[in-house]
């Protein structure tokens, strides 16, 4: 199920990117790269209350100045991340009060039809601070907060949580294998969809992010149904009416929540470049089946060596992704296409995979007596009982005497014998570990 996506928006120096690190908590963003864009659009992963979410930290909107380029291609950047949000935080300064630029912006917000949180900050002194003139703005009731000093922001994300519309539950048989292709512009995403397909199901264009809004395809191949989710789907030229309209990174990452497998391409042609990292580094952190698929390789000149030393650079570039296979196709020519579905079959039957009990336990206790746990100042870890918590990606809970012990090292260790031993490849394998006596 795709997360929520939530956008701030406001002037600049309003504290709009301290309101992103505090909710976010600062974790590793990705980034909007499209060429020509001077304000980049950032996404973050943020929960509350168990509930995930996607947050857009957006540029300044300044209004004074229609003919400056920058002041334009934020705001068209904005637009975007309004266009792509279900919801909208309007970021408004507390210590200096409402500018025109503020009422410009809230028209141009009411005008979404989206639902709006009116967020004013820097609000230092709350006993004496008071809310009248915000009212003007037409958003219903502001909430005060710092985001500087974290005073507040829970009592905002209950607020945005109350008010995110109603994500409606997918519709698919259990045993339908949900597939997304995912990777920067121009990579050949539609070109791949096409060519799996057989027909211009998806426009296919040389302009980077020619296509936007997703599209699900269900088909049946060798006797298992798939869903392919084109992170980018079909729209009319006539309807897009500007570069940065193009291209939408969420609908990558709507796409890859929503998929079992992720296939990552990567264009042969320029190498793995930093959009490609922090696309497969979201996709590593969503839990989910990954294939590394190297495009374009009818393209490359090629001698005996050409492709381990492609696969080594891969590894290098995407040092946490050690366990996804790789695959070297032409979407143009057809070249190993089809091939694509043996190792999706693959992976996802791998992620699947469930370890029974007695024999995950004698594994950690040959594990233990091999290679014992690290001490620290006298102290031992002892793995005590392991259990797999849960599948999708391969998830397993280990009891020990103190979780501070068991060091980042051993914690790798354990996962390179789990691969060694069970398998899981192409999946990420998450390590939960409890102090004994916590419930399960």
Not at 75 to 93: C, P, R
Not at 191 to 210: A, H, Q, Y
């Amino acid at each position: 199920m795709p997360k929520p996506v939530i956008a701030i928006v406001g002037r600049p120096n309003v504290g709009k990117s301290t309101l992103f690190n505090r909710i976010t908590g600062g974790r590793v963003a990705i980034v909007d790269d499209m060429p020509g864009v001077t304000r980049d659009r950032m996404y973050r992963e943020g929960t509350w209350l168990n509930k995930p979410f996607t947050l857009i930290d957006t540029g300044g909107l300044e209004f004074e100045d229609e003919i400056n380029s920058i002041s334009s291609l934020v705001k068209m950047q904005v637009q975007v991340a309004i266009d792509e949000a279900d919801l909208i935080i309007f970021v408004v300064d507390g210590k200096i009060g409402l500018t025109p630029d503020d009422h410009t912006i809230a028209t141009m917000l009411r005008k979404s039809g989206k639902p709006i949180i009116l967020a004013v900050n820097k609000i230092d002194n709350f006993s004496t601070f008071e809310n009248y003139e915000f009212y003007t703005l037409g958003l219903g009731d502001p909430i005060a907060i710092s985001a500087e000093h974290k005073i507040n922001i829970g009592d905002l994300l209950d607020q945005i949580m109350k008010n995110l519309p109603h994500q409606p539950e997918e519709e698919f048989e259990e045993d339908i294998i949900k597939v997304a292709v995912v990777g920067k512009p121009n990579v050949g995403k539609s070109s791949l969809i096409n060519k799996i397909l057989g027909e211009d199901r998806v426009i296919v264009s040389s302009v980077p992010g020619t296509t936007r809004d997703a599209i699900d395809t269900l088909f049946e191949h060798d006797g298992q149904k798939y869903v392919l989710i084109d992170t980018a789907g079909m729209r009319r030229r006539a309807k897009i009416h500007n570069p940065t309209e193009r291209y939408s990174v969420i609908r990558s990452l709507r796409a890859i929540d929503r998929s079992d497998v992720a296939l990552i391409l990567i264009d042969s042609q320029e190498g793995v470049t930093e959009q490609d990292k922090k696309i497969a580094g979201y996709v590593h952190e969503a839990g989910k089946s990954s294939i590394i698929v190297v495009n374009k390789w009818d393209l490359i000149k090629k001698d005996n060596t050409t492709m381990n030393e492609f696969d080594k650079s891969i590894r290098e570039e995407l040092g946490f992704m050690q366990y996804a296979p790789t695959a070297y196709i032409s979407a143009f020519t057809g070249q190993r296409v089809m091939r694509l579905f043996e190792l999706i079959r693959f992976v996802s039957e791998q992620a699947n995979y469930r370890v029974p009990t007695p024999i995950l336990n004698d594994f950690i206790r040959d594990i233990v007596a091999f290679t014992p746990p690290p001490t620290d100042k006298g102290n031992r870890l002892k793995i005590l009982y392991v259990t797999q918590s849960s599948v999708k990606p391969p998830t397993f809970r280990l009891f020990v005497n103190n979780p501070e012990l068991f060091h980042f090292s051993y914690k790798r260790h354990v996962e390179n014998q789990l691969r060694k031993a069970f398998g899981f490849e192409g999946n990420p394998i998450r390590l939960d570990i409890s102090k004994r006596g916590e419930s399960q």
